[in-house]
């Protein structure tokens, strides 16, 4: 039943030593117990996957470490021998870390991202600690003792297409040390009307921004998302590769979450939904699980409708049943939300493209940029 599993996240607590302005978690002392999370992995190791990941997430994640240790050796020890490779990532607001937690990072491989939302006054705006001190310095300094104990961290920025610093908040994640920077779009923007003018002089700065950044390094900057973009850019103009179209394929067998309640959702944006649990670690819902597997499954979206879009090629979309619940109350219901945000990336790796597509080094560059689907 569950042969194609390969992800799990693991929603470790809701406990967080910040307070930040735009986050939905309401804060409570509850953490997910040892035991369930061992059930867990039993079902996602007897996958038939040869590569399988777990992510922690939260909250603050890294509150409860020793425990997101103890999960990581149990799942090390049960795969020893099952010729499984497996990869272990933490979501952080990069604020708590001790030496305990730089040795776990350090033996065990776990890969990092922090969230950073930029420069210290534009992240200050709305990463704040308990007590309304904003959280940059603590951040940045925590960031270089990670990289002190491993090679790279990967740094999250949200941002909104209202703000007037991207430039510089881009700058700064660069200087702090980024191995891959991902972009996102603030998803509770989403759905703001956007005059023509803000937008377009959004596209313009990022887009000069990279182009800057290339010309004067000759190299690519670390934003993953672009990159991505523009190398099915090289694809489609020197194969003729169209980017094929899917959606998320939350609940059908590939990804779960766990919660701090032991409660086992599709994915996190399912969170304490209580009509889409699958039941708890230790009470799993089969029945109810085939049941919105085959739903799930059976979705299938008019791709038509995306003929005569401008970013129909190379559109980076999947379709996210989780974000169409947010906006429209119903998973299978898609407003196109996705596409918003989609269209923005599009357009600002069309303006890269066209500027630089005639540079040997960059189309050289490109041509290196993995294809492949990130998981973790």
Known sequence: MFDSLEKITFWITDRCNLRCKYCPVKKSTKTISFSDAKKLIDILIKSNRKRIYIAFSGGEPLIEHKLIKRIIKYANKETIHKKKRISYRVITNGTFLNADILSMIKEYDLQVTVSVDGSRRTHNRN????????????????????????????????????????????????TLGAKNISLDLNIYHYNRGYDKNTYDGFIK??????????????????????????????????????????????????????DENSKVYPCFFYKNKKEFSFGSAKNFDTAKYNMFRVMNLSFCRDFKKCENCRANKICDKNICPGINLFTTGNSFTDDFTLCRSALLFFDVSNKVWTRLKNDKKFLWLIKKEPREKIII
Do not use: M
């Not at 990279?210 to 998302?225: G, Q, T």
């Open 127 to 174: 990463r704040v600690f308990k007590n309304g001190k904003g959280s940059y310095d603590c951040v940045k300094k925590n960031i270089r003792r990670i990289l002190d104990t491993k090679s790279e961290v990967d740094l999250a920025l949200v941002f909104d297409i209202y703000s007037k610093s991207i430039v510089q908040d881009l700058d700064n994640l660069i």
């Open 205 to 258: 700065k990022i887009a000069g921004w990279y182009i800057k950044f290339f010309e004067k390094n000759k190299k690519l900057p670390s934003v993953l998302r672009l990159n991505r973009l523009l190398a099915r850019s090289y694809d489609y103009e020197q194969f003729g590769i169209v980017t094929r179209k899917s959606f998320c394929k939350f609940g059908a067998g590939e990804y779960f979450c766990i």
